[in-house]
């Protein structure tokens, strides 16, 4: 069975050939929320609120749930439509807000803008939703409307959670004895067959206990299995402990409400529609609105066989009104509620992915602590160079393909044991190297009190790498991994082993230190928002610390904080999939001269970014060639990079230079501008062409105009990696004059070797790295086109 855990249920990420994304223009979603922003503000009231349709009182609830969408979809907190809107909400505390709702949504907005400011009025509000949860005997733990009504429903208990748990995010406990009846009310008033509908069944079990809802309907569906996990997740225990100064891993987690959501998830996703509010016949939006909380909080890209983001974007696009007007018409809660949840669903189910959690086997070899990767990444979202909104998943392993895995800059992999038969392991070993050739990154760690995982880890990855040179290494103190943000306190570093492969270190093993808790530990007990009360002793806070400051490094490493939403990930595996089956007339091979190809997908992007920006007709497909075999004379243009020695064979450079003498080009650069490689690749060139001299290329030569298709370029961006106190390890971006030299056949004619001792090829490569220094990818990709442009043209 599948556990779900506090707040973080654990779902599979299950694919098959039925579930290929439908292809999302990142453009039209950026579009459409800032058409609906713009139309938030301009049905803005001068007092600062949004009329509200239907209900007088609820003029606050509506203004706040405008702030929220609108804050969600990155408006700054001193816009003056948010400044207005606050000033007018701060003018009614307590019951003057009116209905639970608008108690529950002016909180959510007081959390989201400024809640230090606000902390008073969110600890009053509090208080207000504690004294109306019903209490009229055991079995209570829902709200009613107002404060004096009679009985409870579960729309209005659902906004009251959400409520009392973004208040607990900034500070503010919520008495236990709230959380526990709202676990039991949301337990009782499900429906055996899983869903929920609007309101408790008044008639009650022999227990006295609630017998269901009524009717089950998606929009309560969904907020049924939210609540549970939101009110579960407060008080149900994870996988590990702290007890005075120890901290114990590999505990039993509570997890009485699993069965319970994944029983509701199940409802869903036998009946996921994005056309209709599923067995209702209104409320579409505000369904569709907790769809993406559901997928969220179990961070769950399926619903079943659905992609519920890409679905439910397509779908949300196509309602917005087509007349210019930015909005999305009333399904039942009013024109500019709509239009928010609408706003909420495209902004927050779109969240950068920071890493995925590999499943394989059951949950106890994968996942015996269940709140590990979820925990960091709260961490990691609350660094000020982080975005303050991630995301994460669980891929189950033996179901997702290359392109699936590619969704995820970082994969994790973590248990004690692990057997994996032969067969499985070279499947599985094919799969992570073409996920690591595209710039992937793997994560893992192996837990102490066994050596199953260790085995079989260091077993896949001889699999990965059958080449010699790619051995499982101790990365070395000066690794760029212990300084990329957080400096680690000397007693707290552990031996951290990687593979150098391609443009950086892409893969990095954390082996099992016995006497110490493993990281996914430490994770596991870390609290991204501190209880009123609950404080760790010093000692173990420490541990805590800093083995979250090794996470951070390492996916600050990983990712160079470089991180791609979901709708602009979607695409590239699109591309990648129906660009390479188009019949093509230009090849661009790379050169191999003997040294590993860090860098094998350089050429194919240059290529596909030459075919969009160009209107070029391209093959995708490349190939390597080498100067032994003949048919690379076939090939006008050549292609190569380094990082070490580059170093020609006898009898290659006669080849090479009749090569070039006939018409042939090659262009090449310097991984992460590595001087080994220039100066090997410089001083081979002149014994290719003895009689001829390497120049810098002026900026007024026509390689670097548009004159052959290209860009006219005087400036590209370029990284440099620098280390502050502050700041860790990062890229900084500056400006600089491109920088190539050439060598012609004689004065005054084409060039026939173009080199670049900047990097040009990681950049390519797509690849996120600190310790890579050369142009940005932007840069790169319009230097090399402005370059393969030229070599075309005297062709």
Known sequence: MTRYYILYCICFFVITAALQAQDIDPKAVEQAMQRGIQFLKNQ?????????????????????????????????????????????????SGTDAGRNYSIALQTMAFCAVDPVTDLARIRQNVELLEQRQRKRNENSGGWHYYASGEGSDLSNSQFSILALYEAERVGVRVNDAVWRLALRYWSETQNSDGGWGYSPD???????????????TGSMTTAGIASLIVSAGTLERGGATVVGNDIKCFQKPSSESSAQIERGIDWLARRFSVNSNPNSSNYLLYYLYAVERVGRMTNQRFIGQHDWYRAGTEKILALQDALGNGHWRPMGCGIISDTSFALLFLSKGRRPVLMSKIQFGNDEAWNVHPNDVNNLTLYVEAQPQWPDELTWQVIDIQHATPDHL????????????????????ETLAKKLREYLDQGGFILAEAQPGGNGF?????????????????????????????????????????????????????????PPVEGKPS???????????????????????????????????????????????????????????????????????????????????????????????????????TAAVTLSDDSFSDYPVLFTHGRGTFQLAEGQH????????????????????????????????????????WEKIPLSDPIFSDDYGGFKINALDIRQVERTPEQGTRARIRQVPPELFGIRLSEGERWVVVFSPYDVSC?????????????????????????????????
Not at 53 to 69: F, I, K, M, N
């Open 202 to 216: 008044s008639r009650r079990t022999q227990e006295g206990k609630f017998s269901g809802s009524g009717g089950a």
């Open 519 to 621: 990281l996914s530990c430490l994770w596991e007990v870390y609290r991204h928002y501190n209880r009123e009360g609950t404080r760790y002793s010093e000692v173990a806070q420490r541990q805590i610390d800093n083995g979250l400051g090794i996470g951070l490094n390492i996916l600050a490493y990983a990712t160079s904080r470089e991180l791609r939403r979901k709708d602009e990930i979607a695409e590239q595996v699109i591309r990648t999939q129906t660009i390479a089956d188009r019949r093509a007339r230009i090849f661009l091979p790379y050169l191999d001269y003997g040294a590993t190809n860090p860098a094998p997908h350089a050429p194919q992007n240059l290529l596909y970014y030459l075919e969009k920006e160009c209107d070029m007709r391209i093959e995708t497909q």
């Open 763 to 795: 950049a390519l490569e797509k690849t996120s790295s600190l310790e890579c220094r050369g142009y940005t990818q932007e840069s790169a990709l319009k230097l090399a086109a402005n370059v393969i442009l030229y070599a075309l043209g005297h062709w």
């Open 654 to 693: 006669r080849k090479l230079r009749q090569h070039l003498e006939f018409g042939g080009f090659l262009f090449a650069n310097a991984i992460c501008s590595a001087d080994p490689f220039a100066a090997s690749f410089q001083a081979e060139m002149l014994k290719v062409l003895p009689r001829a001299k």
């Open 44 to 92: 803005q009231k001068a007092d600062g609120s949004w009329a509200t349709e239907g209900v007088s009182d609820e003029r606050c609830g509506t203004t706040a749930l405008a702030v929220l969408a609108m804050r969600s979809c990155g408006v700054p907190t001193n816009d003056p439509s948010i400044q207005r809107a606050m000033t007018y909400m701060r003018a009614f």
């Open 406 to 425: 590619l969704q995820s800059p970082v994969i994790s992999f973590s248990a004690r044991n692990w057997v994996l038969p032969a067969n499985e392991m």
């Open 454 to 510: 260790d085995n079989t880890f260091r077993a896949l990855m001889q699999k990965v790498f059958p080449e010699p040179g790619y051995e499982l290494t101790l990365l070395e103190r000066g690794h760029p991994i212990w300084t990329a943000e957080k400096t680690i306190d000397p007693d707290h570093i552990r031996p951290l082993e990687g593979i150098h492969y391609g443009c950086r270190t892409s893969v990095v093993y954390v």
